[in-house]
């Protein structure tokens, strides 16, 4: 089975109770499970972790990078002007990003994610249901075993 990592940053362990209104009433926990099944489903193998240190983010990419394994990427507010996780993010060979909310459509200080450019591709504004579009992405993107 090929390995997933799902990444998500500063903020995300709050999901479920951090503005329900943008971020929806799952929590981090529900989503994580949520997430195995699917990818158990879709033929991968989902490993999903949260951080608040932009240190052990960037460590958990260096381990993508080392593995070449496909990462699903929500790098929260460091997106906006993390150059140290946009770097890492460079040497991963596959990495969807995804927003919950449509950061295109809020405050004009969102509207720019400097991981953009660095990542394979980029989900927006779909909600919790991004993360389950980037893993089908990444399912049906792999080379025939
Ligand atoms: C977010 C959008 C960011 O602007 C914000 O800082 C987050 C979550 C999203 O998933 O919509 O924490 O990445």
Redesign the pocket.
Known sequence: MIKVMVLN????GRLGRREPA??GSVSHDQLARHLVETGLGLGLEVEVKQTDSEAELVSWLHQAADQACPVVL????W??YSLAVADAVREVPQVVE??????AA?EPY?HDSVVTAQATGVI?GLGLGGYDLALAHIAASQPAA
């Open positions: 940053g500063v903020n995300l943008i971020y929500n790098p929260a507010a997106s906006h995804v927003h919950i909310s449509n950061i809020r969102r927006a």
